[in-house]
């Protein structure tokens, strides 16, 4: 008697548990879930369901026309709107997929469900990205899962599905819990090389020391990690502030994670990878609580710096400390503009030139130099450098430099003032102009150049 009680039963069960996208596709066996006096009633529904699908489709207003057609289909119970979705996705293919789409963008749960059940017999990329989507970003894990089901579907049917990239296994690991307690950083050189030295100490006990290299356009391009005791990395550490070149000053360790992460955003920006051993630290060294300003600006007033002229006038004095020498563009790197600018002075027609015309061609052809060679996304980056560079002559005791070097950065800020203004970057063209003369005329020894910072 019970069993027969059950059997009675199952028929109204069947037509309205079924939930579209956590059972198997509906195929001709869904019609026989329906009571039985219920089929044609069922079966007209479907298709006027199925017709104004149709219409939609063709509809010059379709944005319109499918959001009330979604808002028709939200008021059916599910297993007849599946039925109707899945048989326009049978018809229609890719035609149906702005339907099957809005109602998987729809709010009501039941519908995104009922279309990621009709996406699965689409049978195209754009059916398998929607699904692909669906299955990382929706809100409910019941309706990931069935996106994902239908999506090994489409996969078994030989439709390309989309791949993620592996996340490399340093980037998954663990992060290990430590803290870094000393930071050191070199001078940047001209090619916008800068070295970082760290010590960061574990949780677990043991020190590895961080040798980073950073470029202040690719970002972190090199970082090996090395394990050492505390006693080894503070003797290298004594070892490397007494190097002559390049030159090395400690700076505070929360203005070394502000440099390294501004180092790894340009990394990002340009979609570029960054070293393992980066990676594995990064958010260690490279995460800082707070955004910071340049630190030179704590000990130096940029109003002091601007309210004395002379300063900028006398910025052309730092060209030729070892920090900042190799910052002259070489010969090779200057020769068109030389070409150009001799070619400016240069009388070649028979009108000839006042000198005031002569010097004005001249005048215009080294601002173009100037423009082409420190301006646009040159100027941020080289004013970035002098004020790194100011701090360096700070620590190293060189006070009046470090302000010279300010006030060189400071009068770049404004893009609207010529570079001409700049006594520093006019000099730092001059002398290039100057090397290239002495290069050509075989007066330069390339032993001379000040060469490009390495990792140790």
């Given at each position: 008697?019970k069993?027969?009680k059950q059997?009675r039963?199952?028929?109204?069960r069947?037509?309205t ?14 019609a026989?879930?329906?009571a039985?006096?219920?089929k044609?009633a069922?079966?007209e529904?479907?298709e ?18 499918t959001?009330?057609?979604?808002g028709?289909?939200g ?12 048989q ?5 293919g ?5 339907l ?13 469900s009922?279309?990621v ?5 689409v049978a ?8 692909s989507?669906?299955a990382d970003a ?5 309706i990931?899962k069935?996106a994902r089901k ?11 599905t989309?791949t993620?990239?592996?996340v ?6 663990v992060?290990?819990?430590?803290t ?7 001078h ?17 006990g043991g ?5 980073i ?10 970082c090996e ?10 003797s290298e550490?004594?070892?490397i ?6 030159t ?8 070394a994670r502000?440099?390294?992460h ?6 990002l ?5 960054a070293?393992?051993d980066?990676?594995?630290?990064q958010?260690v ?7 910071m300003?340049?630190?030179?600006y ?6 002091e710096v ?7 006038e006398?910025s ?7 920090e900042?020498?190799?910052w002259?563009?070489?010969p090779?790197?200057i020769?068109?503009?030389a ?6 002075g240069r ?5 000839v ?5 002569t ?5 215009k052809?080294k601002e173009?130099?100037?423009e082409?060679m ?8 080289l ?13 190293t ?26 006594a ?7 002398r290039?102009?100057a090397l290239?003369?002495?290069s ?10 000040v060469g490009?910072i390495h990792?140790?």
């Amino acid at each position: 008697m019970k069993q027969q009680k059950q059997q009675r039963k199952m028929p109204q069960r069947a037509a309205t548990a079924q939930t579209p996208g956590t059972e198997e596709h509906t195929t001709g066996e869904q019609a026989d879930v329906v009571a039985p006096a219920l089929k044609p009633a069922v079966a007209e529904l479907v298709e006027r369901l199925v017709a104004t699908a149709r219409e939609v489709l063709q509809s010059p207003n379709a944005e319109a026309a499918t959001r009330t057609y979604i808002g028709e289909l939200g008021e059916v119970p599910a297993a007849i709107g599946s039925l109707a979705l899945r048989q326009i996705a049978g018809e229609e293919g890719d035609h149906a997929l702005p339907l099957l789409e809005a109602a998987l963008r729809n709010d009501n749960p039941m519908l995104a469900s009922v279309a990621v059940n009709a996406l699965g017999l689409v049978a195209s990329e754009r059916s398998a990205l929607l699904l692909s989507a669906t299955a990382d970003a929706a809100a409910s894990g019941v309706i990931r899962k069935a996106a994902r089901k239908e999506l090994f579907r489409l996969r078994s049917k030989g439709v390309p599905t989309p791949t993620k990239t592996p996340v490399p296994r340093e980037e998954r690991a663990v992060k290990p819990q430590a803290t870094v307690f000393s930071a050191l950083a070199s001078h940047i050189d001209g090619h916008g090389d800068r070295l970082f030295e760290l010590g960061v100490e574990l949780a677990v006990g043991g020190v590895e020391s961080l040798s980073i290299m950073a470029n202040e356009r690719k970002g972190v391009v090199r970082c090996e990690a090395i394990p050492m005791g505390r006693r080894r990395f503070f003797s290298e550490k004594a070892t490397i502030l007494a190097e002559e070149f390049p030159t090395w000053v400690e700076i505070p360790v929360a203005y070394a994670r502000q440099l390294l992460h501004e180092a790894y955003q340009r990394n990002l920006a340009q979609a570029a990878g960054a070293p393992l051993d980066f990676l594995r630290w990064q958010k260690v060294i490279a995460e800082p609580e707070t955004a910071m300003r340049p630190i030179v600006y704590e000990e130096i007033s940029p109003l002091e710096v601007k309210w004395n002229p002379q300063l900028l006038e006398e910025s052309p004095d730092i060209i030729d400390e070892p920090e900042v020498m190799g910052w002259v563009p070489p010969p090779a790197e200057i020769e068109e503009y030389a070409r150009r600018i001799e070619e400016a002075g240069r009388t070649t027609s028979i009108i000839v030139l006042s000198p005031w015309a002569t010097q004005e061609r001249v005048k215009k052809a080294k601002e173009q130099a100037l423009e082409d060679m420190f301006g646009k996304e040159n100027r941020t980056a080289l004013k970035r450098r002098l004020e790194e560079t100011a701090y360096i002559f700070l620590r190293t005791e060189r006070p009046l430099h470090a302000k010279r070097a300010i006030a060189a950065a400071l009068a770049l800020q404004d893009s609207s003032v010529s570079l001409s203004a700049n006594a520093f970057v006019t000099a730092l063209l001059e002398r290039s102009l100057a090397l290239f003369r002495l290069s050509r005329e075989g007066g330069l020894e390339a032993s001379r150049r000040v060469g490009r910072i390495h990792l140790p």
